[in-house]
């Protein structure tokens, strides 16, 4: 295996495999196990001292031959020093969350980010003792008016779950580093085909693999990746929560991640031409959708991003709410389900909650993930569904 790949597609593939050698699979072997043994005593205390360094086998919760290879691709791809993998998408960003929060400390969190992250921080964090403020992820520079003596970090998504706004990441990130305290991103919708927050001035990445990374809805996974500053701190808290990856979403993981590139290559295209098609149906009143000029950080996107995954949300023109289920059903090559970024295209209709007055839309917004599927296929069916949307234009 080269040490330096030349770029993210070569790594994709060549990273992360059997080590070389004569007749071996192409892929690394599903490996499984807890305990592992050791010839002395002295490697088995060796092991012990060094079991926060990946790489390092020493008991199964702390990772195995395959876990680590997975974190080492990863680094690579998010041009970060270290990886920690998590059992999913929340418990990376509760895990990163936690190594920075105390009792009595002020934590940033963006009025936009994903639903789940609010609820840990209204209910886990406020239980600690930790107090929330949420800001205007449009807020920029000004973020370090908000910043204060007891702020641990600054959590924050680019772009919004549910509403697409995206912030302008290197002036967030360049203002709480200023003030020493570090940056937590989610950047699961972008990948680091399209962004990588670490070049960018963010200190700690956090994705849900789940979805894009992982890419076939076969697999529960996160992963925290990070500055060498806060590798450790990050590693410790999540093996003393232990939290702990399976050795088959390991594997399922890696297969997934080979052919990234080429899904997300697909998903921006045919996102896009989907987005576009919706914004010319009489019954939508806007498209949420960081390519779009509308979109509050359409510039940030432009500047800050190579690309867009095939997620993003439609207003349609007040209606009632049974006319949105009537259509929602109606649709067949649509699931309807949480999380995203598998094959298949979903829908589902939100209700953005927000904290800090940044959501101002009328009308039902309704989130579509586009898949695989061929495109004339998704158009036929939503044009078959959208006359039960009886919406009057505002
Ligand atoms: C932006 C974002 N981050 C994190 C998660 C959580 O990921 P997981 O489902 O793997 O826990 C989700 C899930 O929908 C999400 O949308």
Redesign the pocket.
């Known amino acids: 295996m080269p040490n330096s790949a030349p770029n993210i597609s070569d790594d994709l593939v060549q990273l992360g495999r059997p080590e070389r050698e004569d007749g071996r699979h192409v892929n690394l072997p599903l490996e499984l196990g807890s305990t592992i043994v050791f010839d002395t005593l002295a490697e088995f205390e060796a092991a012990r001292d060094a079991r926060y360094d990946s790489g390092t086998m020493y008991y199964g919760r702390y990772g195995n031959a395959a876990t680590f290879k997975l974190e080492t691709l990863l680094a690579r791809l998010e041009k970060a020093d270290a990886v920690t993998l998590t059992s999913?998408?929340?418990?990376?960003?509760t895990m990163a969350i936690l190594t920075f929060a105390r009792p009595g400390a002020h934590l940033l969190v963006a009025d936009h980010v994903?639903g789940?992250?609010r609820g840990f921080c209204e209910t886990v964090l406020k239980r600690m003792g930790v107090e929330i403020e949420y800001f205007n992820p449009m807020i920029g520079a000004g973020i370090s008016e908000l910043l204060r003596d007891t702020t641990c970090a600054v959590m924050f998504?680019a772009p919004g779950?549910g509403t697409f706004e995206v912030p302008d990441i290197p002036a967030i990130a360049k203002a709480a580093h200023a003030a020493n305290v570090p940056s937590i991103l989610?950047s699961?919708?972008a990948t680091p085909i399209f962004c990588q927050p670490i070049t960018l001035g963010v200190d700690v990445i956090?994705?849900?693999?789940?979805?894009y990374l992982s890419g076939h809805s076969d697999c529960?996974?996160?992963m925290i990746a990070s500055t060498a500053q806060y590798a450790q701190d990050i590693r410790k808290t999540t093996m003393a929560i232990g939290d702990k990856t399976g050795g088959q979403e390991v594997f399922l993981a890696l297969r997934g991640l080979r052919t990234l590139k080429m899904r997300m290559e697909h998903f921006d295209k045919a996102g896009r031409d989907m987005a576009q098609w919706f914004a010319d149906q009489p019954q939508v009143k806007t498209v949420l959708h960081p390519a779009f000029k509308d979109c509050p950080g359409h510039a940030n996107w432009l500047r800050d991003f190579s690309g867009a995954s095939g997620l993003f949300g439609v207003v349609f023109h007040p209606c009632s709410d049974d006319q949105i289920r009537t259509f929602v059903d109606a649709l067949h090559h649509f699931g309807i389900g949480?999380?995203?970024g598998g094959y298949e295209s979903l829908v589902l209709p939100v209700t953005p909650q927000r904290s800090a007055g940044t959501w101002t839309q009328s009308g039902q917004l309704v989130r579509f993930n586009i898949g695989l599927e061929d495109l004339d296929t998704l158009k036929a069916d939503l044009t078959a569904a959208l006359p039960h949307l009886n919406t009057l234009s505002e």
């Open positions: 999913s998408g929340v418990a990376a960003i994903y789940n992250t998504e779950s989610d699961t919708w956090v994705a849900s693999m789940s979805k529960m996974m996160g949480v999380s995203w």
